[in-house]
Nanobody, 122 residues
Framework: VQLQASGGGLVQAGGFLRLSCAAS????????MGWFRQAPGKERDFVAA????????YYADSVKGRFTISRDGAKNTVYLQMNSLKPEDTAVYYC????????????????WGQGTQVTVSS
């Protein structure tokens, strides 16, 4: 599976962005998917995850109520709708596929996209 993240950019606090993660490969529909982010000088953090069916989602406390993860099987794409953005959301955002264990553990994901930069100005 190859993943291509896009949709990042510069936005003012309170604004919104929608990230996309396009996946190649016919087995995309079998994979749970996650979004992570890494701010400069900080560790990579879990943001959100969605089950292969789309029926289950999970969010980090820091984004709960503001971000929404979804997927479109027909387009082999996972989305991260980010509303009410804050300066502390500034980071490079990565999508990942196929965790073999806990969704929040990035080390358990097998496939990663290249990252897309999100910058939120105050």
């Amino acid at each position: 599976v190859q993943l291509q993240a896009s949709g990042g950019g510069l936005v003012q606090a309170g604004g919104f962005l929608r990230l996309s993660c396009a996946a190649s490969g016919r087995t995309f529909s079998r994979y749970d998917m996650g979004w992570f982010r890494q701010a400069p000088g900080k560790e990579r953090d879990f943001v959100a995850a969605i089950s292969w069916s789309g029926g289950s989602t999970y969010y980090a406390d820091s984004v709960k109520g503001r971000f929404t993860i979804s997927r479109d099987g027909a387009k082999n794409t996972v989305y991260l709708q980010m509303n009410s953005l804050k300066p502390e959301d500034t980071a490079v955002y990565y999508c990942a596929a196929d965790p073999s264990g806990l969704w929040v553990r990035g080390d358990l994901y097998d496939y990663w996209g290249q990252g897309t930069q999100v910058t939120v100005s105050s």
